[in-house]
């Protein structure tokens, strides 16, 4: 009988446990086609070779920031990436980044006609059926794994997946390279997509994923947060305190000096159109606001999957002071033109719209969700409210209205704020001196 195919055990561990079978384990390592060996004298080889210096006066670090997600794209992943690499290289650094959309899609196309049908003939002949999301998921995981052995690890001095599954990947080809992998979460994966319904609570999905995360806490060698909030979470899934470097995330920002171009009062909401923005409750908030209207002009930048529902929420409560201005590339000129910022988000971690928005120097109005209240700080960087809180945001949204010495502070504050501790430069000297740390640590 041919031998079943599923390339990571640890997973299949976790499902038979949740399954309840008791068959032979599985173990599986990278096949290689020869280098195993090769890599392991990598590994044991230290180098006697002076390092170049970087312009902060350290080693010059040849890096490779990996990623799942297609790069570049739209959104802050994506903008965290070459915010890094453009500061990384600006010190002196070697930065490759890596994406599965760079690699041949033809090739891509060939494995998912061999993969798909063993995965699934696994799943049915090891538990008796399959979900679409985990053969989906091992699908990617598998496929970009392979696409990732063209890629020559070992010449790099420092490896950092921005993600659980870029992390699991590289740690399969750690095992033997034994480099500094660096791990960065960019939110908590399973536990807010049970939050949001898209993974239900108890299901064989929610196993397969955590287990995913565990395993690349696991493999990191450290990881930086991007706040304090993903500590606790981290930490239940088997994270050390020790290991974990909190680096709130800086911008490049080109600030524009602030104008208007009306009498009014400029709202602005710079977030994607979906479910966790909170856009509804700003509307609803809005609604409430009796008198307010004539006063104020409210641009909701952004695209999304709800735009449609949202506009027609907008008709349906008369808020004719509502613009929807879709995806924008001039955000510095828009938030130039704002006077209050509004992110009424119901789950976050450290939304970018927001440290772009204290650049600016708007008055800021948002939520206590994730990490926002590391950075903006109740009534001195901006006005903090509860998610979900509809007529919480109404009366504070009306007194940031009929108060524009408040949001001059505000705004002012947020601004000197951001300048000092949310820039590019700030956040990538935290960084690089993870990256030199971990060489020191791997060298001793």
Not at 85 to 114: C, M, T, W, Y
Not at 130 to 142: A, E, G, H, P, V
Not at 337 to 358: G, Q, R
Request: proline fraction near 3%; aromatic fraction near 8%; hydrophobic fraction near 35%.
């Amino acid at each position: 009988m041919k031998e079943l195919f599923f390339p990571y055990p640890y997973l299949v561990s976790a499902l038979d446990k949740y399954y309840g079978v008791k068959s032979k384990p599985i173990t599986a390592k990278i096949k290689d086609k020869g280098k195993d060996s090769k890599r392991k004298k990598e590994r044991k080889k230290k180098s006697k070779t002076k390092k170049m210096k970087s312009k902060s006066g350290s080693k010059k670090l040849s890096i490779l920031i990996a990623t799942f997600w297609d790069y570049p794209h739209t959104g802050g992943l994506s903008n965290y990436i070459t915010t890094l690499r453009e500061g990384l290289r600006s010190l002196g650094h070697k930065v490759d980044v890596i994406a599965p959309n760079q690699f041949s899609q033809v090739n891509v196309e060939k494995l998912r006609e061999v993969i798909v049908p063993e995965l699934k003939t696994f799943f049915e002949q090891r538990y008796g059926s399959y979900t679409s999301k985990i053969i989906q998921s091992s699908r990617l995981l598998y496929i970009y794994e392979q696409m990732m052995k063209s890629v020559k690890l070992e010449k790099y001095d420092i490896l950092h997946a921005q993600d659980l599954f870029t992390a699991n990947i590289l740690g399969r080809f750690n095992e033997d390279l034994g480099k500094p992998l660096l791990f960065t979460p960019h939110g908590m994966f399973t536990f807010s997509r049970v939050k949001f319904n898209r993974i239900e609570k108890g299901s064989v999905e929610e196993v397969y994923y955590k287990e995913i995360e565990k395993k690349a806490i696991e493999y990191a060698t450290h990881m930086v947060i991007l706040s304090d909030s993903f500590r606790d979470p981290l930490s239940s899934l088997g994270a050390k305190s020790v290991n974990l470097t909190t680096v709130n995330t800086g911008i490049d920002y080109k600030t524009i000096d602030r104008g208007k171009t009306s009498g009014k009062i400029v709202i602005s909401c710079i977030a994607r159109l979906g479910p966790r923005k909170g856009h509804s409750d700003l509307f609803n908030a809005l609604s409430r606001m009796n008198g307010t209207g004539n006063q104020v002009e409210v641009q909701i930048v952004g695209d999304g999957e709800m735009r449609e529902a949202l506009e027609a929420q907008v008709k349906s409560l008369r808020l004719s002071n509502v613009r929807f201005l879709g995806k924008r590339d001039d955000v510095p000129a828009i938030l130039s033109k704002t006077d209050i910022f509004v992110l009424p988000t119901v789950n976050d971690n450290l939304p970018i719209s927001i440290i772009e928005a204290m650049h600016s120097g708007a008055a800021i109005l948002t939520t206590n969700c994730g990490g926002i209240t590391e950075i903006v700080h109740h009534n001195e960087t901006g006005i903090i409210i509860e998610p979900g809180n509809v007529s919480q945001l109404a009366t504070q949204l009306k007194h940031l209205i009929g108060n524009e010495a408040l949001r001059k502070k505000l705004g002012g504050n947020a601004y000197q704020y951001a300048k000092n501790h949310l820039t590019r430069e700030a956040m990538v000297n935290k960084i690089e001196g993870v990256y030199q740390n971990q060489i020191v640590s791997g060298d001793e």
